[in-house]
């Protein structure tokens, strides 16, 4: 966990291991606001007293899962959830989405003053309860339903990957959906000297505490739940009728957590580029965990790893990549992103001007199935990788598999999609939840997030560890390997190129395709007057990217002497997701600058937000004014690509 002596020891070793591989190693340190649990009790007490909030029963599969001398890992608690001893009645509403609560109003069931339980699921935790602020709702109590995540997927540890009805899902409540990173230093780094606010006046800090509990102490609150039968849809898979409730059982919420700022410690490992020692390529990873994290994020650190130690053999050797890659395994990343939010923030002009692409490993396995979500600049990069590299499973690509798979929300996920191409696999947008963040949504850098998935009932509980991933994750360990072989295909591919491998077809395919999204929330006329022009511009784009494609395969015939047009073709690339950020950011979160993509509060990918939310509000002058902006960004664009010669 951040900013604990167990973090700073993980940190430490990551550190060495560099050293050791031959890179460039620092420590890039900040001091945050974190918390801490010091108390949480959560009990019925009418009509009878009913103790919940239990610990995770320890397993003798694992004797790690017992975590009882240590406090911080055994509490059921959510990070940043503010201090609070009361009563109230319970309500339950369902996954606590807008539509969740607009249906309990309608139903004439009061929120005002009632502690909310609500299932895990269909949304960032962080989201549910900024939408349950908005409705009056006084506190929440949040639990994973084994329809989503227990026996009703399969089997549950030790006898199948799914969680048992005792785990709980720790995790932070913050609305970094509105600016990420340290609270007190929203939008710009927190070095010891910088500005600091206070928390009261943080914009993602929780107004009402949130605690976690496991399936079966859920059960004890909903079977004595009165009132209504819940509306179709609500049920989960508990073994009686779901309530909504009544005034007749009211429970105690006691949390006291200790909020106090802190260091955090990333580790940066550096290959320096023999060529273009200054452009970067970066590869991206967090090494904090709830608790011992075996998927997340363990599984992509020790793939971190493993890809340093090659590529700083292949550099010792004399195979030195043309840029630099450069290795970021950040800090408190559970918390809000901070650590890497920190870290882009202070070093955001040169990001800008140096960056290709940032390619995050979150978690590099839990299962088989390869997934994806990525700016449409790097689909032909992904596409050529996903093909090149050996499916541990089959003997096939990688690409041959993911090709003929579904995508579906799993516990890490709040995805929306579209197909890359015609009968081609699925690329999922980037929304939020993730380190790339500040790189994609606040500096314009291409990025993509990646993993093996599978099924994983265990996340952010004590039972994610390494018993967990040899016994059902990844036995074996192939997968960690694949993923070890795609990120280091993709890596190289980024840093030795001639000409950079980003796609701006596929950014203009995708832009046209958004806009046409756009057409059932606009009225006819706007539509026709606002953003009818978008999709003019967007193709225009394309034919532009046509142009560039061609003429730049006639310079890879003879890369030498075409080197200056490559050079140049390669800093209109370089640019080109630049191009759709504005320096004021979005209307009321100025900090995501990403004209095309920023995450909804359920972390979901919202695209051409600016737009999208303004005609949410009905306000169609400020939809007007962000549908020129966005078409003055992609106008900006394919002039740098036209003017690219």
């Given at each position: 966990m951040a900013g604990t002596p167990g973090n700073f020891r993980v940190s430490q070793y990551i550190f060495d291991r560099f050293r050791e591989y031959g890179l460039e190693a620092e420590f890039a340190e900040y001091e945050v606001l974190l918390a801490y649990p010091e108390e949480i009790r959560v009990e019925i007490v009418a009509p009878e007293r009913v103790v919940l909030a239990n610990p995770e029963p320890a397993?003798?599969?694992?004797p790690l899962t017992d975590v009882s001398r240590t406090p911080v890992a055994q509490l059921p608690w959510n990070a940043y959830s503010p201090d609070a001893d009361f009563e109230a009645p319970v309500v339950y509403a369902n996954h606590g989405r807008p539509e969740d609560f607009r249906q309990?109003?309608?139903l004439g069931v009061s929120l005002q003053g009632k502690i909310a339980l609500l299932r895990y699921f269909q949304g960032y935790r962080g989201g549910k309860s900024y939408e349950a602020e908005k409705h009056g709702v006084a506190g929440i109590l949040v639990y994973s339903d084994p329809m989503e995540d227990g026996y009703f997927q399969g089997d549950v540890w030790p006898d199948g990957p799914w969680g048992p009805p005792g785990h709980l899902q720790r995790g932070a409540n913050v609305y970094d959906f509105l600016v990420p990173g340290?609270?007190?230093?929203p939008g710009w780094p927190s070095t010891p000297e910088a500005k600091r606010i206070p928390p009261?006046?943080?914009r993602i800090l929780p107004k009402i505490p949130m605690v976690p509990l496991s399936a079966r102490d859920a059960a004890e609150v909903l079977r004595r739940l009165g009132g209504p039968a819940v509306p179709p849809g609500w049920q989960g898979a508990?073994?009686?009728?779901?309530?909504?409730?009544?005034d007749r059982l009211r429970v105690r919420l006691v949390n006291r957590q200790r909020r106090v700022r802190t260091k955090i410690r990333n580790v940066i490992g550096r290959i320096r580029g023999s060529e273009f020692p200054e452009e970067l390529v970066v590869l991206s990873n967090h090494h904090d965990a709830w608790v011992y994290g075996g998927v997340d994020p363990s599984s992509g650190t020790a793939t971190m790893l493993e890809l340093a130690r090659v590529l700083g053999a292949l550099a010792r050797e004399g195979y030195r990549p043309r840029r630099t890659l450069l290795f970021g395994n950040w800090d408190a990343e559970e918390y809000t992103l901070t650590g890497s939010t920190e870290w882009g923030e202070q070093y955001a002009d040169t990001l800008r001007r140096t960056a290709i692409a940032c390619l995050n490993v979150d978690a590099a396995a839990s299962g088989a199935d390869f997934s994806v979500s990525a700016s449409p600049l790097l689909r032909r990069l992904i596409l050529e990788a996903a093909q090149?590299?050996?499916?541990?499973?089959?003997?096939?690509?990688v690409y041959d598999?993911?090709?003929?798979?579904?995508s579906g929300a799993n516990v890490r996920s709040y995805v929306s999609g579209a197909r890359a191409e015609a009968g081609g696999p699925l690329i999922e947008r980037l929304g939020s939840g993730s380190d790339y963040t500040v790189f994609f949504n606040h500096l314009g850098i291409p990025s993509l997030d990646m993993l093996f998935d599978g099924p994983y009932g265990v996340y952010h509980s004590v039972y994610d560890g390494h018993v967990w991933m040899s016994r059902f994750g990844d036995p074996g360990f192939r997968f960690h390997a694949a993923m070890a072989r795609l990120w280091g295909v993709m890596a190289l591919r980024l840093a030795n190129a001639d000409l950079l491998p980003l796609d701006p077809r596929a950014e203009a395919e995708a832009l046209d395709s958004y806009v046409e999204e756009l057409r059932p929330e606009a009225p006819p006329e706007f539509f026709a007057r606002h953003l009818a022009p978008l999709q003019s511009e967007a193709r225009g784009l394309g034919r532009a990217a046509a142009r560039f494609d061609s003429r730049a395969r006639g310079w890879l015939r003879d890369p030498k002497a075409h080197r200056p047009a490559l050079a140049r073709a390669n800093r209109a690339l370089l640019q080109l997701e630049r191009d759709f950020t504005h320096p004021d950011g979005l209307p009321n979160r100025p900090w995501f600058k990403h004209l095309v993509y920023a995450p909804k509060p359920s972390y979901r990918a919202q695209v051409l937000p600016a737009i999208a939310e303004a005609l949410q509000r009905n306000d169609a002058a400020g939809a007007a004014e962000q549908a020129r902006r966005l078409r003055e960004a992609i106008r900006t664009a394919r002039k740098r690509l036209e003017e690219t010669r």
């Amino acid at each position: 966990m951040a900013g604990t002596p167990g973090n700073f020891r993980v940190s430490q070793y990551i550190f060495d291991r560099f050293r050791e591989y031959g890179l460039e190693a620092e420590f890039a340190e900040y001091e945050v606001l974190l918390a801490y649990p010091e108390e949480i009790r959560v009990e019925i007490v009418a009509p009878e007293r009913v103790v919940l909030a239990n610990p995770e029963p320890a397993d003798p599969l694992d004797p790690l899962t017992d975590v009882s001398r240590t406090p911080v890992a055994q509490l059921p608690w959510n990070a940043y959830s503010p201090d609070a001893d009361f009563e109230a009645p319970v309500v339950y509403a369902n996954h606590g989405r807008p539509e969740d609560f607009r249906q309990l109003e309608a139903l004439g069931v009061s929120l005002q003053g009632k502690i909310a339980l609500l299932r895990y699921f269909q949304g960032y935790r962080g989201g549910k309860s900024y939408e349950a602020e908005k409705h009056g709702v006084a506190g929440i109590l949040v639990y994973s339903d084994p329809m989503e995540d227990g026996y009703f997927q399969g089997d549950v540890w030790p006898d199948g990957p799914w969680g048992p009805p005792g785990h709980l899902q720790r995790g932070a409540n913050v609305y970094d959906f509105l600016v990420p990173g340290d609270p007190l230093t929203p939008g710009w780094p927190s070095t010891p000297e910088a500005k600091r606010i206070p928390p009261e006046e943080s914009r993602i800090l929780p107004k009402i505490p949130m605690v976690p509990l496991s399936a079966r102490d859920a059960a004890e609150v909903l079977r004595r739940l009165g009132g209504p039968a819940v509306p179709p849809g609500w049920q989960g898979a508990l073994p009686f009728t779901y309530h909504l409730g009544d005034d007749r059982l009211r429970v105690r919420l006691v949390n006291r957590q200790r909020r106090v700022r802190t260091k955090i410690r990333n580790v940066i490992g550096r290959i320096r580029g023999s060529e273009f020692p200054e452009e970067l390529v970066v590869l991206s990873n967090h090494h904090d965990a709830w608790v011992y994290g075996g998927v997340d994020p363990s599984s992509g650190t020790a793939t971190m790893l493993e890809l340093a130690r090659v590529l700083g053999a292949l550099a010792r050797e004399g195979y030195r990549p043309r840029r630099t890659l450069l290795f970021g395994n950040w800090d408190a990343e559970e918390y809000t992103l901070t650590g890497s939010t920190e870290w882009g923030e202070q070093y955001a002009d040169t990001l800008r001007r140096t960056a290709i692409a940032c390619l995050n490993v979150d978690a590099a396995a839990s299962g088989a199935d390869f997934s994806v979500s990525a700016s449409p600049l790097l689909r032909r990069l992904i596409l050529e990788a996903a093909q090149a590299v050996e499916d541990p499973q089959t003997s096939q690509p990688v690409y041959d598999r993911w090709a003929k798979s579904e995508s579906g929300a799993n516990v890490r996920s709040y995805v929306s999609g579209a197909r890359a191409e015609a009968g081609g696999p699925l690329i999922e947008r980037l929304g939020s939840g993730s380190d790339y963040t500040v790189f994609f949504n606040h500096l314009g850098i291409p990025s993509l997030d990646m993993l093996f998935d599978g099924p994983y009932g265990v996340y952010h509980s004590v039972y994610d560890g390494h018993v967990w991933m040899s016994r059902f994750g990844d036995p074996g360990f192939r997968f960690h390997a694949a993923m070890a072989r795609l990120w280091g295909v993709m890596a190289l591919r980024l840093a030795n190129a001639d000409l950079l491998p980003l796609d701006p077809r596929a950014e203009a395919e995708a832009l046209d395709s958004y806009v046409e999204e756009l057409r059932p929330e606009a009225p006819p006329e706007f539509f026709a007057r606002h953003l009818a022009p978008l999709q003019s511009e967007a193709r225009g784009l394309g034919r532009a990217a046509a142009r560039f494609d061609s003429r730049a395969r006639g310079w890879l015939r003879d890369p030498k002497a075409h080197r200056p047009a490559l050079a140049r073709a390669n800093r209109a690339l370089l640019q080109l997701e630049r191009d759709f950020t504005h320096p004021d950011g979005l209307p009321n979160r100025p900090w995501f600058k990403h004209l095309v993509y920023a995450p909804k509060p359920s972390y979901r990918a919202q695209v051409l937000p600016a737009i999208a939310e303004a005609l949410q509000r009905n306000d169609a002058a400020g939809a007007a004014e962000q549908a020129r902006r966005l078409r003055e960004a992609i106008r900006t664009a394919r002039k740098r690509l036209e003017e690219t010669r």
